[in-house]
Every structure is written in structure tokens, then in C-alpha cells.
Nanobody, 124 residues
Framework: QVQLVESGGGLVQAGGSLRLSCAAS????????LGWFRQAPGKEREFVAA????????TYADSVKGRFTISRDNAKNMAYLQMNSLKPEDTAVYYC?????????????????WGQGTSVTVSS
């Protein structure tokens, strides 16, 4: 089974950038589709971005499209979320997650495995 550990969160000013990393353990990482979700205080967990097993297909929430980029390096068992032009409303705990099959729609109920999350705070 895949274990996921996020890193790279922190405090950044509006307009700044951060790159989140997701380190996966286990030899089966490349078999899974991977997604990033986030959860702001008092709100439900929401989908941010996803990528298929090969990296050839991606999908994004409308709120981050054009600002965030998801990628993965299966040789290193790593996935990334490059976040540019950050806004205060991007403040949340960010989680990476896996599921068996890539699709255009991602919901928390579909997820097989979650990381522990990394906190991102964007100040205005």
C-alpha cells in the first residue's frame, strides 16, 4: 500500500508562490492516480487538482486553473503542486491523495489513501 507525506506548506504573501510535495512510499505508487485536496477552517474538503498515473492527464478546480500546476515523478515516488499567484482564499490544509482510477471528477469519498496534510497560509 502507498503511504503519503506532504511537505512544503508555510506562510506566504498574496501573489507569492509555494511548491507542495507529496512523497509516497511503496512500489505501487505509479499505478495510482493522484489528487490534491484542501480544507479551509470551517469548510468541507474540496478538490484542487489531479493527475493520472503517467502524468499525461490533469484536471483542476476552476478556482485554481491557470495558477496551480500538478505534476509527478514516478521514478522518485513524488508528486508536486506548484501554486502561483496565491490568494488569501487559498489558505487551507492541503492533502495529497490517491485512488485507483483517474477520472475528471474527484470526491473525497472516492479516495483510497490520504496524506496527513500540510498547512498553507496566504496573508493579504
Amino acid at each position: 500500500q502507498v503511504q503519503l507525506v506532504e511537505s512544503g506548506g508555510g506562510l506566504v504573501q498574496a501573489g507569492g508562490s509555494l511548491r507542495l510535495s507529496c512523497a509516497a512510499s511503496g512500489r505501487t505508487f505509479s499505478r495510482y492516480a493522484l489528487g490534491w485536496f484542501r480544507q479551509a477552517p470551517g469548510k468541507e474538503r474540496e478538490f484542487v487538482a489531479a493527475i493520472n498515473w503517467s502524468g499525461g492527464m490533469t484536471t483542476y478546480a476552476d478556482s485554481v486553473k491557470g495558477r496551480f500546476t500538478i505534476s509527478r515523478d514516478n521514478a522518485k515516488n513524488m508528486a508536486y503542486l506548484q501554486m502561483n499567484s496565491l490568494k488569501p482564499e487559498d489558505t487551507a490544509v492541503y492533502y495529497c491523495a490517491t485512488k485507483a482510477l483517474y477520472s475528471g471528477s474527484w470526491f473525497p469519498s472516492q479516495i483510497d489513501r490520504w496524506g496527513q496534510g500540510t498547512s498553507v497560509t496566504v496573508s493579504s
